[in-house]
């Protein structure tokens, strides 16, 4: 493990003494996170912004992180367990040099990616497991964000409370890949899948469960059969900051998604369909905040609906870069097959740019009447939406206005942080009285 701190980052001094009873004491928080990519992607964004507003309630927290690395704010600390990265660009399923091997947990991940799964989650969870018994000490909570692997438990029976974050079930995911996929490839991505019934029994064994959504908990409920006590539903935040409605006036036509541009789940091939359907009789330009794969479906599908002029795809900009751009929009777009929070619809909430979206997951209740919603995978459907407020400044006028007010009243940070910690105090507690220690 190596250490690698934020900017500015002061590390409190750690203490291997049993905590008072004290509500109020800082506590000590081991943030977990198997891969937390820093531009895209829930995971990434929730360790960036949670970390920073843990520390800036006085907490001390460490993100215990994979490659892709998490982009730390001032205050909270990195610990990297590296892991092979074999799935890093340009060169994914590469196999690596006999040089890089370090330990069996290694020798492992390899083997399961050359047998078509997908092994970070659980070599991730034993990486952490070890890094943990050696500082068991050292922390007062561990929060697991949606590692949810058998490492997990054994990090329970070192005695440390441990409350797991599950953005929405990637049941859902394994489900709608697989109604897409044909021949072979269906049984490579059942494969492939093949984590998630572990991700199940742990999610049912591992304690608390938080949520970003009442319709996530009742996915989490349905599909890993965690019962509805165990889930709680704190929903997440945008960095207003950031995220606002610029200066610069909007650019007429422009529609802009923020997705990963070939995963079936987020509903690229339907926007792309009904943008062909647009621009048949409309100016209008879309841009894909995404990179998909050269010669994958997605690149495949721009070409046969000939939209090479109409469609562009931006990828490795800044979060800065990625605000000014969404708030020079006209029109926002989160076409997904399935939600379980969506901090893009929220973003693009907070820019003032007015939302198409999805009915669909958790995406109804994210955006109350700030958003016109559409059927999951009807382009005729998203292309009449999109023809509406094209041609209707009224339209996005009033949407973008509900949207900033709903933002406003919903989704901050600091009260996702504040209501986070209430949850480690009822684990800790919880967990003292079991082994009849204090809380803290």
């Known amino acids: 493990m190596s250490t690698v701190p934020s900017r500015g980052a002061t590390p409190m001094p750690l203490r291997t003494q049993a905590r008072g009873p004290d509500p109020g004491a800082p506590l000590r928080v081991a943030l977990l996170s198997y891969r937390s990519k820093p531009h895209c992607g829930g995971q990434g964004i929730y360790i960036r912004h949670l970390s920073r507003e843990l520390a800036a309630l006085g907490h001390h927290v460490e993100v215990f992180s994979g490659q892709p690395y998490p982009d730390l704010e001032p205050g909270p600390v990195l610990r990297a367990l590296p892991s092979l990265d074999l799935y890093r660009e340009p060169d994914p399923f590469r196999t690596p040099r006999l040089g890089e091997y370090r330990d069996w947990i290694d020798a492992l991940e390899v083997a399961a990616m050359w047998t078509g799964a997908f092994p970070e989650p659980l070599t991730f969870s034993l990486r952490a497991l070890r890094a943990l018994r050696e500082r068991r000490g050292d922390f007062d909570i561990v929060h697991d964000n949606q590692v949810l692997a058998y490492g997990m438990l054994g990090i329970a029976r070192l005695g440390l409370p441990l409350v797991t974050s599950i953005h929405h079930p990637i049941s859902v995911d394994r489900r709608i890949e697989l109604a897409a996929a044909r021949g072979l490839s269906r049984l490579s991505k059942r494969r492939w899948y093949g984590f998630v019934r572990m991700q199940g029994r742990v999610a049912r064994r591992a304690g608390p469960v938080l949520t970003g959504s009442e319709s996530s908990r009742d996915d989490i409920c349905r599909d890993f059969r965690v019962p509805r006590p165990d889930v709680h539903v704190i929903p997440l935040g945008v960095d207003t900051r950031l995220f606002h409605p610029g200066r610069a ?3 007429p036509g422009r529609i802009v998604a923020v997705a990963s541009a070939d995963s079936p789940v987020k509903g ?4 792309l369909r009904a943008v062909a359907k647009l621009t048949t009789e409309r100016s209008a330009e879309l841009t894909v905040v995404g990179k998909p794969a050269p010669g994958g479906p997605t690149e495949r599908l721009v070409a046969e609906l000939a939209l090479g ?7 490795g900009i800044s979060d800065a870069e990625l605000a000014a751009f969404i708030a020079t929009a006209e029109i926002a777009v989160v076409p997904s097959l399935y939600e379980g929070f969506s901090l893009p619809a929220v973003e693009h909430m907070a820019s003032g740019t007015p939302l198409v979206a999805s009915r669909t997951g958790a995406l109804p209740e994210v955006t109350g009447d700030a958003a016109l919603l559409v059927t ?10 999109l023809r509406l407020l094209h041609d209707s400044a009224a339209q996005r006028e009033r949407l973008s206005a509900l ?3 709903r933002v406003q009243e919903r989704f ?5 942080a504040r209501a986070t910690v209430d949850r480690y105090r ?5 967990a003292a009285a079991r082994h009849g220690a204090p809380p803290c």
């Open 268 to 271: 690229i091939s339907t926007l």
């Open 412 to 416: 901050a940070w600091p009260a996702v």
């Open 309 to 315: 002029d109409k469609v562009r795809f931006m990828s």
């Open 426 to 430: 009822s684990a800790i507690g919880a």
């Open 249 to 251: 006036p909007r650019v």
């Open 376 to 385: 999951p995978g009807d382009a005729e459907e998203l292309a009449v939406a």
């Open 403 to 405: 949207a900033l007010r």
